[in-house]
């Protein structure tokens, strides 16, 4: 991804010239309509409707590490409509102003507008109305394990429900068992597809919806009729364990979320293998199942 944004900062940088070329003339041009004292109102509407203002080029972010959620929204009004907040330093992240005290409720909740409906608005007196629909919002942050404690320990976050949407990895320490041994030729052949095979997907078109620049409309993936089923058992065998004395009692937001978790997984398995897809087959729910028991296995442990 970090190659992909920076082959569309070189874009941007050469379009961005052109850019403020031509809002300096259309500006010029409005400026000379308005002056013209030969023309009425009429003739002076009709001239400024007929100048077409320039589009600027959408910002080249695709990544971000730390964002507050209002500069986060902020970026994604003129920038690409599909943003990650990826690092390895999760402290900074965690540690930042969007979860302080005063910051926090709100950081979780921005979050969670964004994986629920990737819908977002606010409005402040300084920078106005802002009205984002059709977004999509990543998140992937690498912490250790007293720092992650900051978040999933947080009752407030747990009440509000961001940890619910969050697929947690913990697997225990390897320490003292990893000892020196040659990559196998297959793994990096096996690395290296996935690299091509997700670079040719950060390259295609967004489905961007008509007249506008970055609202995605994105066709939705339907279940097969032997998928829907096997969607519909997993939902309700997690239910079940939610009951009194049930296996995932002890973790009941994460567990009302991982049929839903299911579903985006086996989506996200198949576009993945096929970008034009429309439908989720049984064999995709099924290792989008397989990996939600593993994350609910983790939350159990932890």
């Given at each position: 991804?970090?190659?992909?944004?920076?082959?569309?900062?070189?874009?941007?940088?050469?379009?961005?010239?052109?850019?403020?070329?031509?809002?300096?003339?259309?500006?010029?041009?409005?400026?000379?309509?308005?002056?013209?004292?030969?023309?009425?109102?009429?003739?002076?509407?009709?001239?400024?409707?007929?100048?077409?203002?320039?589009q600027a080029p959408?910002?080249?972010?695709?990544?971000?590490?730390e964002p507050t959620?209002?500069?986060?929204?902020?970026?994604?009004?003129?920038?690409?409509?599909?943003?990650?907040?990826?690092?390895?330093?999760?402290?900074?992240?965690?540690?930042?102003?969007?979860?302080?005290?005063?910051?926090?409720?709100?950081?979780?909740?921005?979050?969670?507008?964004?994986?629920?409906?990737?819908?977002?608005?606010?409005?402040?007196?300084?920078?106005g109305y802002h009205?984002?629909?059709?977004?999509?919002?990543?998140?992937?942050?690498?912490?250790?394990?007293?720092?992650?404690?900051?978040?999933?320990?947080?009752?407030?976050?747990?009440?509000?429900?961001?940890?619910?949407?969050?697929?947690?990895?913990?697997?225990?320490?390897?320490?003292?068992?990893?000892?020196?041994?040659?990559?196998?030729?297959?793994?990096?052949?096996?690395?290296?597809?996935?690299?091509?095979?997700?670079?040719?997907?950060?390259?295609?078109?967004?489905?961007?919806?008509?007249?506008?620049?970055?609202?995605?409309?994105?066709?939705?993936?339907?279940?097969?009729?032997?998928?829907?089923?096997?969607?519909?058992?997993?939902?309700?065998?997690?239910?079940?364990?939610?009951?009194?004395?049930?296996?995932?009692?002890?973790?009941?937001?994460?567990?009302?979320?991982?049929?839903?978790?299911?579903?985006?997984?086996?989506?996200?398995?198949?576009?993945?293998?096929?970008?034009?897809?429309?439908?989720?087959?049984?064999?995709?729910?099924?290792?989008?199942?397989?990996?939600?028991?593993?994350?609910?296995?983790?939350?159990?442990?932890?």
């Amino acid at each position: 991804m970090k190659e992909r944004q920076t082959a569309l900062r070189q874009f941007y940088e050469k379009e961005i010239k052109t850019y403020i070329n031509k809002r300096d003339a259309y500006s010029a041009e409005r400026k000379k309509s308005l002056g013209d004292k030969k023309k009425d109102f009429a003739q002076k509407t009709a001239a400024l409707e007929a100048i077409e203002e320039p589009q600027a080029p959408l910002t080249p972010m695709l990544i971000c590490a730390e964002p507050t959620i209002e500069g986060l929204a902020k970026a994604l009004v003129g920038g690409h409509p599909s943003v990650g907040v990826f690092t390895s330093e999760g402290g900074a992240f965690l540690g930042g102003h969007g979860f302080g005290d005063e910051a926090k409720l709100r950081t979780a909740a921005g979050l969670s507008l964004f994986w629920d409906s990737g819908e977002y608005n606010r409005v402040r007196a300084k920078d106005g109305y802002h009205d984002l629909v059709g977004r999509r919002l990543s998140i992937h942050v690498q912490v250790q394990p007293h720092v992650a404690t900051l978040m999933f320990a947080d009752d407030l976050l747990n009440d509000q429900g961001l940890t619910a949407r969050i697929l947690t990895a913990a697997p225990e320490s390897r320490q003292g068992q990893r000892k020196w041994k040659e990559v196998a030729p297959e793994h990096i052949q096996a690395l290296n597809a996935c690299h091509d095979r997700l670079d040719k997907l950060f390259k295609l078109k967004l489905p961007v919806k008509q007249g506008t620049l970055n609202e995605l409309d994105p066709i939705a993936l339907t279940f097969s009729d032997d998928a829907r089923t096997g969607w519909i058992n997993f939902s309700d065998s997690v239910e079940a364990q939610l009951g009194p004395g049930g296996a995932l009692v002890s973790i009941p937001g994460f567990a009302a979320k991982m049929a839903e978790h299911a579903a985006r997984l086996a989506a996200v398995l198949r576009l993945l293998e096929d970008p034009s897809a429309t439908t989720i087959e049984l064999e995709d729910l099924e290792r989008g199942i397989k990996l939600v028991r593993y994350y609910a296995k983790t939350a159990l442990r932890l």
